[in-house]
Nanobody, 117 residues
Framework: QVRLVESGGGLVQPGGSLRLSCKAS????????MGWYRQAPGAQRELVAE???????VYGDSVKGRFIIPRDGARNTRLLQMNSVKSEDTGVYYC???????????WGQGIQVTVSS
């Protein structure tokens, strides 16, 4: 029903910046929240940042002040601007959309982000 595709990952040096993009397709009219989660090796998946359709955004504690969801993107796209990255930011980043129909969740396949010098 909803397909999510991430792009923009890769290798970045500590202190650098990276921008991720998630494009949604399918029955996107039902989406009421869309954002980013990540999973480091051996760790649980955790919230990075998520924005609802009214523009409210919540950030994970570890990324506050460094990561931002820009609000200038297309309606079917969720961006993640990553600034001042640290080695601890390394992991697989997943896009997630929440549907208001039955409280269903849709996930992208994930994209690798590696912070290393």
């Amino acid at each position: 029903q909803v397909r999510l595709v991430e792009s923009g990952g890769g290798l970045v040096q500590p202190g650098g910046s990276l921008r991720l993009s998630c494009k949604a397709s399918g029955h996107i009219s039902s989406i009421d929240a869309m954002g980013w989660y990540r999973q480091a090796p051996g760790a649980q998946r955790e919230l990075v940042a998520e924005m609802t359709t009214d523009g409210s955004t919540v950030y994970g504690d570890s990324v506050k002040g460094r990561f931002i969801i820009p609000r200038d993107g297309a309606r079917n796209t969720r961006l993640l601007q990553m600034n001042s990255v640290k080695s601890e930011d390394t992991g697989v980043y997943y896009c997630r959309a929440r549907s208001s129909l039955g409280e269903r969740y849709y996930w992208g396949q994930g994209i690798q982000v590696t912070v290393s010098s």
